[in-house]
């Protein structure tokens, strides 16, 4: 593979950089709910089962959407960049949504409209990463460093959230997720409008 200037390494890793801080505020967020599902969706009216449903709405739905939304997009052509943000931008209003939130049924679309963001940011997001880490040297460190994100992010947003939610109250948790995943937002806007991707 020929050798890249520094100018365009230099702006792949910085892209790499973005990503992955964009996957540690998101990843923060969307574990948010997972040391508090029973107790929450004991909050709304259902019980433990209700938190295992809302759970398998959420992982299915992103799995099914992540499966259908390159085929869909593909045929409108929108670049993988725009089907991050947009993604990004669905999950910020399922989770504003979530302040309104007091009953189960509500909460189950709001995780299939979750899933929806998640589903759609997911697939673009590998292909952004994995066209950005091309010509490292060691693109195991680049996917080790991936995955470490994703596994710090998990503890980090279960610490942060069960704090929140022994310390203050359920709203204390949505406004942190809200937060986070409006930086997200922002940095990924930010990282596409630099013209480093």
Known sequence: MPEQSPNVAKKKFNICISLLLITFLLQIASNCLTPIWAIYTNMIGGDVRSAGISILIFTWGTALFAIISPVVTRKIKISDFSLLILGIFIDFIAILFY?????????????????????????????????HILNFKNKNFAWG??????????????L?????????NIYHVFFFMLILTFLAFILAVFTRSTKFY
């Open 99 to 131: 302040f309104f939130v007091h009953d189960i049924y509500l909460f189950y679309f709001l995780q299939i409209f979750l899933a929806l963001g998640a589903g759609i940011q997911i697939p673009p997001f590998y292909s952004i990463y994995a066209q």
């Open 145 to 158: 460093a991936l995955d470490a994100v994703l596994y710090f992010a998990i503890g980090l947003g279960s």
């Open 160 to 168: 942060i959230s069960s704090q929140l939610l022994f310390h203050h």
